[in-house]
């Protein structure tokens, strides 16, 4: 049959020619099938592997945001105790001042003075705060940034990888092709 389909090869060694034409086109194949089925499970392999890392990458995400949100969380638990001692402070200022058994113009003028103070070093700690609060709002941002990071990349791999896989279509051709060449080296000249 492997003569019929290629008489142009002709003789008796045409026989011999053809068996080792269609061996030819068989190697061809077989191995463009084994490069086609390397490159899937090597995709397979980068797609797996990103899945484990993809995980590693949101309990990692995870982890960080939980150590963010309570360091804030001490920070405020922190600020609120200074707050409440600036507030006992002031009052046992201005009750010291009271208890001083003064009385006028310069008393008032101390307790409005203790009482701005009491507000202002009560305001540099809501400040305080209120910056430690859009600190923690950027470090998650920077965390977020760098988990989608993590997962571009990712994507990205397995992308390249599935990429690599020949199509069933360009094995065939690419046999074809060296089919082509192998019989016309074979064509007596």
Do not use: H
């Not at 389909?5 to 002709?10: C, L, M, N, S, V």
């Not at 969380?73 to 046992?92: H, M, N, P, V």
């Not at 001042?97 to 009491?118: F, P």
């Not at 791999?157 to 199509?167: H, L, M, R, T």
């Amino acid at each position: 049959m492997c003569v019929a389909a290629f008489p142009a090869i002709g003789g008796l060694a045409a026989g011999t020619q053809s068996a080792l034409f269609a061996a030819s086109l068989g190697l061809n194949l077989v191995s463009g099938l084994a490069q086609r089925s390397a490159a899937q499970s090597a995709a397979n392999q980068t797609y797996q592997s990103s899945l484990i890392a993809n995980r590693s990458a949101e309990q990692a995400f995870a982890a960080q945001q939980e150590g963010l949100a309570a360091q804030l969380k001490e920070t405020r638990a922190s600020q609120a105790q200074e707050k409440q001692a600036a507030t006992i402070r002031g009052l046992q200022a201005r009750g010291a001042v009271k208890a001083s058994g003064r009385a006028g113009l310069t008393v008032d003028l101390l307790l409005a003075d203790q009482e701005r103070q009491t507000a202002n070093f009560r305001e540099s700690i809501n400040q305080a705060l209120e910056s430690a609060s859009r600190q923690y709002g950027r470090n998650v941002d920077g965390l977020t940034a760098q988990r989608d990071d993590r997962r571009n990349q990712l994507t990205s791999n397995i992308n390249q990888a599935y990429n690599q896989i020949p199509s069933l279509g360009s094995v065939l051709l690419n046999v074809a092709t060296q089919g082509l060449s192998t019989y016309g080296q074979l064509l007596p000249s």
